[in-house]
């Protein structure tokens, strides 16, 4: 799996930016300009972020208009006694999903492949968490190929809208299958291959439903439920090892 850093940020950046709004009025949303944070330089450290500027960050980072279609807590809702479970959030980006599971999950390890974005979710973690969900936050920063999960280390891996942007996909889901326990849990939530109102990512780079379901059977799990309903624009598959 090769994966450019630069082209993922971009990407991910992109994908917020322009989905934030969608779910009320898609057709204006698409059509706007927001802002954009000059992502070029050094991402600031927490430690070098006022609160000001924090804030400006997540505007961009952040949007509030998300969970209208995202529906982070129908999706968690699919990892079996969450509360008891450590939980991997592979190509974390921005920590949306991070810091939701830092509050249900017994841990969560938060990876990524991009500085600046291990460096945005240390942020959210210090400026927007109790200190007892600070606890359970660890970010980590990891290869294309490699996790740098340590065997058994979690009980579930989390996916979401990363996926499509692997390129040895059946060989990277072999690498989280040995390095999970018997019985461990997988969720990937990807884009539907059908027409949507939204330009990112493009219908080409999405994947049907049932590519991931083949590709989670190559792989060594087995499929437990696949979920084309509940998310507008999203499918939700779960796997076990």
Not at 31 to 43: H, L
Not at 179 to 200: A, H, N
């Amino acid at each position: 799996m090769k994966i450019h850093h630069s082209s993922v940020s971009c990407f991910l950046l992109l994908l917020l930016l322009v989905l934030w709004g969608c779910h009320s009025d898609p057709i204006a949303e698409r059509n706007a300009t927001p802002p954009v944070s000059d992502t070029s330089s050094r991402f600031p450290s927490f430690e070098e972020l006022s609160k000001e500027q924090y804030e400006k960050l997540k505007v961009n980072f952040d949007p509030p208009g998300r969970s209208a279609w995202q529906k982070p807590e129908q999706v968690l809702s699919k990892i079996k006694n969450i509360e008891n479970k450590v939980v991997a959030d592979v190509g974390a980006g921005y920590g949306y999903f991070a810091r939701r599971l830092a509050q249900h999950a017994k841990r969560v390890i938060a990876l990524d492949i991009d500085e600046a974005q291990i460096a945005y979710m240390d942020s959210v973690k210090q400026m927007d968490l109790k200190p007892e969900y600070q606890q359970r936050f660890e970010t980590r920063l990891v290869t294309p190929t490699d996790s740098k999960l340590k065997p058994n280390e979690v009980d579930a891996v989390l996916i979401v809208n990363t996926y499509i942007l692997f390129n040895e996909k059946v060989e990277y889901l072999k690498h989280l299958y040995n390095v999970m326990p018997e019985g461990g849990q997988i969720i990937i939530v990807d884009f539907k291959r059908k027409r949507l109102p939204i330009d990112v990512p493009t219908k080409s780079m999405r994947m049907e439903l049932y590519k991931v379901e083949n590709d989670l059977e190559d792989a060594g799990f087995f499929l437990i439920e696949s979920d084309d309903c509940s998310l507008e624009y999203q499918y939700i598959v779960v796997a076990e090892k």
